[in-house]
């Protein structure tokens, strides 16, 4: 059974950074496209960024493109998102995302998530 979990979250006051990170056990991670999704109160859970399996491929959302990062280590079984310059909008709680096949860029590609974690940025 292949399982996500994600940490990291935390309170960070607005222009701070924080990392994520997502550990992934019970498959073979190097075959997984992962990502990283937020859900803001009341809101749709929406697409951050993807990384392929090789990580030569990074897409991301176009309001975190530039402030946020994306890596992953195959030999830890670890995907990254490194967050700089946050602001009070990125609040939400980020799930951790794994597909095969195809990066990982809307909902329906996600074949297993994560449990979330919250990111609060305070003004």
């Known amino acids: 059974q292949v399982q996500l979990v994600e940490s990291g979250g935390g309170v960070v006051q607005a222009e701070g950074s924080l990392r994520l990170s997502c550990v992934v056990s019970?498959?073979?991670?190097?075959?997984?496209?992962m990502g990283w999704f937020r859900q803001a109160p009341g809101k749709q859970r929406e697409f951050v960024g993807a990384?392929?399996?090789?990580?030569?491929?990074?897409p991301y959302a176009n309001s975190v493109k530039g402030r946020f990062s994306i890596s992953r280590d195959n030999a830890k079984n670890t995907v990254y998102l490194q967050m700089n310059s946050l602001k009070r909008e990125d609040t939400a709680v980020y799930y951790c995302?794994?597909?095969?096949?195809?990066?990982?860029?809307?909902?329906?590609?996600?074949?297993?998530w994560g449990q979330g974690t919250q990111v609060t940025v305070s003004s």
């Open positions: 019970g498959g073979t991670f190097s075959r997984y496209t």
């Open positions: 990384i392929s399996w090789s990580g030569g491929n990074t």
């Open positions: 995302a794994a597909g095969l096949y195809v990066i990982v860029s809307t909902p329906g590609a996600v074949q297993y």
